[in-house]
């Protein structure tokens, strides 16, 4: 009678973590499989290539933490089986992670930080960015560090639980604004005819823009000048160029139809 019980003790001990160990990788591959046709049917639904990475990054980030957590349980759970006492090893991890979790403050924030701004797209690399008057392109983005570098190549590295004050600028298409001074003696409505042909003849030749050039007319009347406004949609941050090449091609259209534009002049009158 001992003889079977203890047989049937040790086929328990031998059948039981294969079967801990075989619903595992059931549970494991179920959840890996759902969360790739999420990841999939997500993919489909984007066309840039950078979302795509940050999916991918988010999926295999997903999987690795199911996966520690799928094998410290079955690990207690086999522990337990041949009789370790596996709440004093719960209890032991327990004060041990508060004591790593009190020295590694700042690292677990940069950490969660990092996690919430990949899954929630806040920025991603190549994005132009400002945070705390800082304004550059983020050039590198991980889990605890986030890199920006300006236009005159300084970088500028944040630890990402102090990205919370951030400024976007490549989330939506940026707007070309540029304020065209014309003449007093000049007839306004000859110079916005002269716009509105320059808006037709620009139409689809412009790089980085997404929209045509609209003339808004007048919007000032300043002491020396009378200011028409003009606009021009354009890519994420592509403005600043666009308004250069309108000025440029303004001032062309100008000169080829007689429009002056007014500059500082000083009249000296000899009184007599």
Known sequence: MIEIM???????????????????VIIYNIIKGILKKISSKSQKRITRVNQKQRIDTIFSLVISIIKYIIVT??????????????TSILAGLGITTAIIGLAFQDLAKDFIAGF??????????????????????????????TRIRNFKGATKIIANHHMDKIINYSLHNSLAVVDVAVAYEED???AIKVLEELSKELEGNVPNTTGPLNVLGIVELDDSSVNIRVTMETSSMKHYEVERRLRKEIKRAFDKNGIKIPYPQIEVHNGK
């Open 116 to 145: 919430s701004i990949i899954t929630e797209a806040q920025y991603e690399v190549g994005d132009t960015i400002e945070v705390d008057g800082f304004m550059g392109e983020v050039v590198y983005l991980g889990l605890k560090t």
């Open 73 to 86: 349980i079955v690990v207690l759970a086999i522990l337990g089986t041949y009789g370790v006492n596996v």
């Open 188 to 190: 306004a409505e000859k």
């Open 6 to 24: 203890n047989y049937k003790i040790n086929l328990y001990l031998i059948i039981s973590p294969i079967i801990y160990i075989l619903v595992a």
